[in-house]
């Protein structure tokens, strides 16, 4: 399993120039490095010093390897892994004729392919850690989010669909023409859902690697300018929201000003030098210690004994926050992010009796 870190801020704030000064300082300490480039230009090509990168990792050093993710190429990729997948649970494919080479990119496209090929790396044992140079923003957040947004999704919509008078309507039809079609043996609906449910354990993976600082970990980068550092305090809130921890801040003094370390209590606060050319060193000895899981607080703390379920939520107001509670689950608005919590046994048939904000802790009290 690989430590994959990732870096959220303005743009133009230094992200790139942190990812690849931690990760010369990890492939110098003999870790197995992969830095993973997805922005647009050529950016990250003219800070490894003009070396080309492409979709595909390249070796740029010892321990050190780079790819720049393209998303029509990881399209294609999946939309061929799609078709055999078709080809053998369908007896008559009928996406043949259509090639991924055709396949324009829509909106939300990047992020859940991003995520994959993370996954996909992260699988492959061949990295220690794993650097990704994203957006740095919301988006890069609601890619990281995918994993328990999409559970929450399949396990709602199916139980909706199979409880619903449309669903009874259609099984004694359905049923037969799916049989007839596909080459998987199931006796229901229900069944052949549950048949599915390896998507679900993917999901669940997924979202369990995401809470886990020790698997995935985010960390904040600023400049003194007032605008960044209030963009940085909203997706430190925003990446709890997606259970992503954030191991610390780091500012890039490319403005006149500080930043008061107090805004951004309890994580660790830390000035970065300027990078001179092609001298790395500074910067490099600089970022020590930037994969160590931090002590901060964790994004959930569900307290089953004193009936409580703690939320870390900085960045945000009260008035920002909105809460309800719908069965077994609670949904927490914060901003534009919204969170779904499937409440353990002991406290999913109890009802909500208080919910206290005291910055930055949203404390949630069950009868």
């Not at 359905?174 to 049989?179: D, I, Y």
């Not at 069965?327 to 914060?334: D, F, N, R």
Request: a neutral charge; aromatic letters at 8%.
């Amino acid at each position: 399993m690989s430590q994959i870190l990732t870096f959220l801020g303005k743009g133009g704030t230094g992200r790139s120039t942190l990812a690849v000064a931690a990760a010369r300082a990890a492939a110098q300490q003999g870790r197995r490095v992969l830095l993973v480039g997805h922005q647009p230009g050529s950016g990250l090509e003219m800070l490894l010093g003009g070396i080309p990168l492409s979709g595909e990792p390249v070796t740029i050093a010892a321990n050190l390897s780079v790819v720049q993710l393209r998303t029509t190429q990881l399209l294609e990729q999946h939309w061929t892994a799609a078709k055999e997948l078709e080809a053998q649970y369908v007896r008559t494919p009928f996406f043949r004729e259509i090639y991924g080479q055709e396949l324009g990119v829509l909106p939300g496209m990047d992020q859940a392919l991003a995520l994959e090929a993370l996954r996909r790396y992260d699988a492959s044992g061949q990295y220690d850690c794993i650097l990704y140079d994203g957006p740095g923003d919301l988006t890069t957040l609601r890619a990281f989010g995918i994993p328990e947004v999409a559970s929450w999704y399949w396990r709602r919509a199916s139980k909706a669909f199979l409880g619903s008078d449309l669903a009874k309507t259609l099984r004694p039809f359905v049923e037969p023409l799916l049989r007839s079609v596909s080459t998987v043996e199931f006796s229901s609906l229900e069944d052949l859902s549950n048949r599915l449910g390896g998507m679900t354990n993917i999901f669940e993976e997924g979202r369990q690697a995401i809470a886990d600082p020790r698997r995935v970990l985010a960390h904040l980068v600023t400049t003194p300018d007032p605008m960044a550092v209030q963009t940085a305090r909203y997706l430190w809130g925003s990446a709890q929201m997606v259970g992503l921890t954030v191991g610390g801040l780091w500012v890039m003094p490319l403005v006149p000003g500080e930043v008061s370390a107090a805004d951004f209590s309890p994580l660790p606060v830390r000035i970065l030098p300027r990078r001179q050319g092609s001298d790395w060193s500074a910067l490099e000895e600089a970022v020590g210690g930037i994969f160590a899981v931090p002590q901060v607080p964790p994004p959930v703390a569900i307290d089953e004994g004193a009936r409580t379920v703690k939320l870390f939520i900085p960045g945000f107001s009260k008035a920002q926050i909105e809460l309800s509670q719908s069965g077994p689950e609670l949904t927490i608005t914060a901003g534009d992010q919204r969170r779904n919590l499937f409440l353990p046994p002991s406290l999913a048939g109890r009802q909500v009796t208080g919910a206290k904000f005291q910055e930055p802790f949203l404390v949630i009290t069950f009868g």
